[in-house]
């Protein structure tokens, strides 16, 4: 190897004056096999180093060049060639994670993003209804609600809405084919059914121990051919389920609002987690027909409408003129 000779003042000024105050912030990507010399000359360019030709030689005569990891890094115009290389090294990658809770809808995630700057809401909103990514992913729905695996997401920069929702529902997806089709088939669930009453337990559940018995209620109603009459679906798609519904809710007509539905809603109310989808699938032995909160995360369940009516006035301290159903 021909190493250049530079004069050492000017070697010594590139080593501790970075070219900077730290105010210009670029992420910059290392993909496998790219040359360090290339890599350089990106970062001479977006102004973060002040020379690639030293900051190359720099990293061979520390022997980094050929330990680099690839990943995508950030970088500021005030870090010294030392700590750009040492992060490199170590695979101190950027990350940008992002977590998609339990139960959230498309609406709450497309909030959550945009209040991160990560994607604007409509933008994400309308990658959720896109019908081409639908129709590859296998999903016969107006969107990809309950389709969305939550979890933790490193949103890598230059990903696309649709690169992010795609990713989401092959996660959703890869679960679902691993795990659940083949008993969901053996019990003639269909797939869209199933998220949809898994989306509404994990709504209306706080406490996992009664997820399964949330799932006993909404499933022994349909048997019976009552209305589900779940305070959520009321709110999806109009405002934020808070745990409070107002009678002007209930009277809302929607085609989720199973107030007024005598059926499931078209489609899931949110993105459902294992836990509830499991439990939809392993309903607890229960006769109840109704549950109500006792304002402390848990619920009291009833198997007939009077004892629910007393559970109303006794925890909501209200007539038993309202909601009858499950919440």
Same mark, same amino acid.
């Given at each position: ?21 730290? *105010? /210009?912030?670029?992420?910059? #990507? ?6 360090? *010399? ?12 002040s020379?690639a ?8 005569l ?6 680099l $990891? ?10 010294? @060639? ?21 139960g959230?809808?498309?609406y %709450? ?7 991160r700057?990560?994607?604007? /809401? ?8 896109? %019908? ?40 959703? $997806? ?8 083949? /008993? ?6 269909p797939?869209q059914k199933l998220l ?5 337990? #994990?709504?209306?559940?706080? &406490?996992?121990a009664? *997820? ?7 499933q ?6 009552? /209305?589900l ?21 209930? &009277? $809302?007509?929607?085609?989720?609002n ?5 059926a ?21 032995a229960? @006769?109840? &027909? ?12 009833? $198997?007939?409408l ?7 006035? *006794? ?13």
């Open positions: 190897m021909i190493v250049t000779l530079v004069p050492i003042t000017r070697f010594s000024r590139f080593l501790l004056f970075p070219p900077g105050n730290g *105010k /210009r912030v670029e992420i910059v #990507e290392l993909g496998k096999g790219r040359p360090l *010399k290339a890599l350089a000359a990106d970062l001479e360019a977006r102004r973060v180093l020379s030709r030293l900051f190359t030689l720099y990293a061979r520390k022997g980094g060049d050929a330990k $990891k690839a990943g995508y890094y950030q970088f500021d115009d005030g870090m010294r @060639p030392g700590q750009i290389l040492a992060k490199m090294i170590s695979g101190d990658i950027y990350q940008r994670i992002f977590a998609l809770p339990e959230y809808s498309s %709450q995630v497309a909030e959550m993003l945009e209040k700057g990560i994607f604007g /809401r409509d933008k994400f909103l309308a990658a959720c209804h896109d %019908q081409a990514l639908l129709k590859e992913m296998g999903i016969d729905a107006a969107s990809a609600e309950g389709y969305l695996f939550p979890g933790s997401y490193n949103i890598l920069p230059g990903q696309t809405e649709l690169e992010v929702v795609r990713g989401m529902v092959q996660r959703q $997806k890869a679960y679902l084919k691993e795990s659940v089709d083949g /008993r969901a088939r053996a019990r003639g669930v797939v949809t009453l898994a989306s509404m337990v #994990e709504k209306e559940a706080v &406490l996992p009664e *997820k399964p018995v949330i799932a006993a209620v909404f022994n109603r349909l048997q019976l051919g009552m /209305r009459q779940s305070d959520p679906t009321a709110l999806y798609g109009v405002r934020a389920f808070a745990g409070k519904v107002r009678r002007e809710d209930i &009277l $809302k007509p929607t085609p989720y199973t107030y007024l539905i005598p499931l809603p078209p489609g899931p109310i949110g993105n459902p987690g294992k836990d509830a989808i499991e439990a939809v699938l392993n309903p607890a229960v @006769p109840y &027909l109704y549950f109500v909160g006792r304002g402390d995360g848990s619920h009291q369940f009833s $198997k007939d009077a004892s629910h009516n007393e559970a109303v006035r *006794k925890y909501l301290k209200a007539p038993a003129t309202a909601p009858q159903g499950g919440s």
